[in-house]
């Protein structure tokens, strides 16, 4: 028996266990959100360059890139659409082989993780040479929203304001 106004152990003990398990289980989907954005961000740097083979490990073999509004705004291409790793990876460094040289720039203005999605809202500048060896640069805003699933990159979706670009990808 308990004398009166002396605490109740065993109800602290309960509320302590509780309090510990919400914040292991608040902690361990914190760690998995950083870890989508560090896969996503990293990610987001290696794409920057164009350059495929600092993309390819980012990549689910089913992976789908897509922009669908690059649609008729560039010049052979209907949209940028590519299903599956080895498509995403021929596709764009195909289009990437048609310049001397070409990358972008991030300027992210906001960052947010959703359900593995990670959302990048940011100016998108590029540069870039002809195979003809004339400098060209541009840039507009962009939202990019990039889907992690067990470490991999299994979507990334481009929304990109062409019409606003400063120079046509031509």
């Known amino acids: 028996m308990r004398s009166q106004g002396a605490p109740d152990m065993k109800l602290i003990f309960n509320t302590m266990a509780v309090a510990t398990a919400f914040f292991a289980v608040a902690h361990a989907q914190n760690d998995a959100q950083s870890s989508v ?30 922009d669908p509004t690059s649609n008729d705004q560039i010049p052979g291409f209907e949209e940028f659409t590519f299903d599956g790793k080895d498509a995403i990876l021929r596709g764009l460094g195909d289009y990437a082989a048609g310049y001397k040289s070409f990358s972008v720039h991030y300027d992210v203005k906001r960052r947010y993780e959703s359900a593995d999605n990670v959302v990048f809202i ?10 003809k060896g004339e400098p060209f640069a541009g840039g507009a805003p962009i939202v ?21 670009n400063a120079v046509s990808f031509d």
Not at 39 to 64: C, E, G, I, R
Not at 122 to 131: H, R
Not at 144 to 163: L, M, N, P
């Open 37 to 66: 954005v560090d896969t996503a961000s990293n990610y987001l740097a290696a794409y920057s360059t164009f350059d495929v083979a600092k993309m390819a490990p980012f990549y689910a073999d089913d992976a789908v890139f897509t």
């Open 122 to 131: 940011a100016d998108l500048t590029y540069k870039g040479e002809t195979k």
């Open 144 to 164: 990019t929203v990039i889907k992690v699933k067990d470490g991999k990159v299994v979507r990334h979706t481009d929304y990109f304001d062409y019409r606003g």
